[in-house]
């Protein structure tokens, strides 16, 4: 009877071992698998790092650029303001009693209209 209980013994110890032996394996597995994603995570750090440092680079890049573009426009207005106050200058110049005449014909117009334009209001 003794050899019946020892079988009975083996034969549920043999269940267990082979539970106890698949759980180790998952453990293992469940680290290796918590290291690989340890692994994966600062991967994609210092990918995402490298990357956000080239995009940094392209836009101060691109703003240089826009910045450069932005100044040559506005020397262009200014040396076109320039020229055109230099062309005024040269006419007036040329035509002093012409241009008073005209300055003083346009002053004459604009207040008149703005007499008329004050007095639209008033009911005589």
């Known amino acids: 009877m003794a050899e019946k209980e020892q079988l009975a ?8 071992a082979a539970y106890r032996e698949e759980l180790d394996r998952l453990k293992n597995d469940i680290g290796k698998l918590q290291s690989d994603v340890g692994e994966l995570v600062t991967l994609l750090k210092a990918s995402a790092s490298g990357k956000s ?4 680079g392209r836009v101060s890049e691109e703003a240089e650029h826009l910045f450069d573009d932005l100044v040559g426009k506005l020397d262009e207005g200014v040396n076109r303001g320039k020229k055109t106050m230099n062309e005024v200058s040269d006419q007036i110049g040329e035509h002093p009693v012409g241009t008073l005449f ?5 002053g004459y ?7 008329r334009g004050g007095g639209s ?3 005589d």
């Open 109 to 115: 117009i604009l207040a008149r209209i703005m007499e």
């Open 9 to 16: 013994q083996v034969e549920t110890s043999t269940p267990d």
């Open 102 to 106: 005209i300055t003083f014909s346009l």
């Open 53 to 56: 440092a080239d995009i940094k």
């Open 121 to 123: 209001g008033k009911s």
